[in-house]
Every structure is written in structure tokens, then in C-alpha cells.
């Protein structure tokens, strides 16, 4: 790997985590564009890449909420139970059964595009109290274990798709943030794991390019540092605001490259 391709995936680490992980979310899913059509990280190995940024950065953010005595909790387990074997599942179909880029790209697209919207609409009129009604502990593991097999598929962290169902359900982003970080955390690193075991069974690109996602990650590892210190002096409605500005811009973008 030249230096300058090392140096631009640290940078796009960076500045995608700074704006991200305040809201509970890693940046991979902005990061998958960025290393197929700009750093040339072939397919499929572009998923256990981003699932390797995700390992390195994680941390980051993680540690910066420990010490705000944030992290943990019932939704932390919750959301990890689900995700873990998700994902496990998801790499499996990814190595073997090889879902095209452009059905993710449509998926993602139908989903967060009207989600991120939705969001910002709930956000400046909000409903009333007694018509918000937070999802059951049952709903949320069906819901991460639904991501966890995206994730394993897509190399996705998971937060950009639980972050913006969770918080429009009710549950305060602060709340949101540091147990979906959490939970892409410790999923990436089963879902990293689960394709260095399948790169011994399969033919193709299935290893992850570890130059690059250790450039990306030691970037998106100070970046998430930086942005979780900056989520505490943020009033709840910008977070909720960029929160659903991620999910739209993430719909819109994918929404793009099915039309090109």
C-alpha cells in the first residue's frame, strides 16, 4: 500500500468518525463508498475491511464514554445479543452466496432515506408523549439480530440502521449512542474473526486488506475519541437532527449510485 493511499484512509477515517459517533454510529457505511470507488478495495474483501476499521476505531469512542460512565446497560446486552450471531450469519452469506452490491445499495437506500426523514420530522414536530412507545426488549434483539446479518454481509457497523429506529422509538441518544458503538464493536470483531476462518475455506478476495483497515481505523480510533467528547455539549435536538441528516444523506447516497 503507497503512503498516500494509507494517509487518505486515516483522513476519511477521521473526519467520518468525528461526525459520527456522537450519535452512536461508526462511519463505516460512509466508508464503504469511500474505500470501493476511491482507495480500490476489491470485493468482497471490502466487508471484513470495514469490519476490521471498525475493531481498530471502536475503542476510541468507547473508551471516552467508559469514563463518562455511559457505557453498559440493559440495551448494550440487548443489542449485542442480537448483532453477534447476525453477523456470523450475514458472513456466511456473503462468502458463499454473494449478494450484489446494487441489492444493499436499494436496501439501504428504502430504508434510511424515509428514516432519516421521519426523524427530522419527529424531531422539530415532535408527538406527543403518550403516543411514543419505546420498542419491547423482544423487538430490539430482533432488530440487532436483523443488522447483525446485514453487518456480516456489508461490512456495516449496524449504528447507522439501530440509531435512527431507536431514537425515533423514543430512546434518548445518549442512551442510543454508546450501546450501539458497543454492539458494532464486539460484532465486528466476531464478524472479523468469522471471515479469517472462512479465507480458509473460500477462493476470492475474503481477507480483509489489513494495511488499509488499520489506516482507517487509527483514524476513525481518534476521531471517535473526539467526537464522543463532543456529544455531551450538544443539545439533544441537534443530535437527534444530524442523526436523521446521516440516515437521509446515507439513502440519498446509495439512492445515487443505483441510478448512475
Excluded: E
Excluded at 476521531?223 to 450538544?234: E, M, N, S
Amino acid at each position: 500500500m503507497a503512503w498516500s493511499t494509507g494517509l487518505l484512509g486515516f483522513v476519511a477515517g477521521l473526519l467520518i468518525s468525528v461526525a459520527t459517533s456522537p450519535v452512536g454510529v461508526s462511519g463505516a457505511v460512509f466508508l464503504l463508498p469511500v474505500q470501493v470507488s476511491v482507495l480500490g478495495v476489491p470485493s468482497p474483501a471490502v466487508t471484513p475491511t470495514n469490519l476490521l476499521y471498525n475493531v481498530v476505531a471502536g475503542p476510541g469512542a468507547l473508551l471516552r464514554y467508559w469514563r463518562a460512565g455511559r457505557l453498559g446497560g440493559p440495551l448494550t446486552r440487548l443489542l449485542i445479543a442480537g448483532t453477534v450471531p447476525g453477523v456470523v450469519i450475514g458472513a456466511v452469506i456473503r462468502v458463499f452466496a454473494v449478494p450484489g452490491p446494487r441489492i444493499f445499495r436499494l436496501l439501504i437506500a428504502a430504508l434510511l432515506l424515509p428514516l432519516g426523514l421521519w426523524l427530522g420530522l419527529r424531531t422539530v414536530l415532535p408527538a406527543p408523549v403518550h403516543a411514543i412507545r419505546r420498542p419491547s426488549p423482544r423487538a430490539t434483539r430482533a432488530l440487532a439480530l436483523s443488522v447483525g446479518v446485514a453487518g456480516g454481509i456489508y461490512g456495516i457497523g449496524g449504528g447507522s440502521l439501530l440509531g435512527p429506529i431507536l431514537v425515533g422509538r423514543g430512546v434518548p441518544v445518549a442512551a442510543v449512542a454508546p450501546a450501539a458503538l458497543a454492539s458494532t464493536f464486539v460484532t465486528s470483531v466476531v464478524g472479523a474473526a468469522t471471515y479469517a476462518l472462512l479465507s480458509l475455506a473460500a477462493t476470492g478476495d475474503v481477507a480483509p486488506d489489513w494495511s488499509l483497515g488499520l489506516s482507517c481505523g487509527l483514524g476513525g480510533l481518534v476521531g471517535g475519541y473526539l467526537g464522543a467528547r463532543l456529544q455531551p455539549h450538544l443539545p439533544d435536538t441537534a443530535l437527534r437532527l444530524l442523526l436523521g441528516t446521516l440516515a437521509t444523506g446515507i439513502g440519498t447516497l446509495y439512492a445515487i449510485q443505483i441510478l448512475d
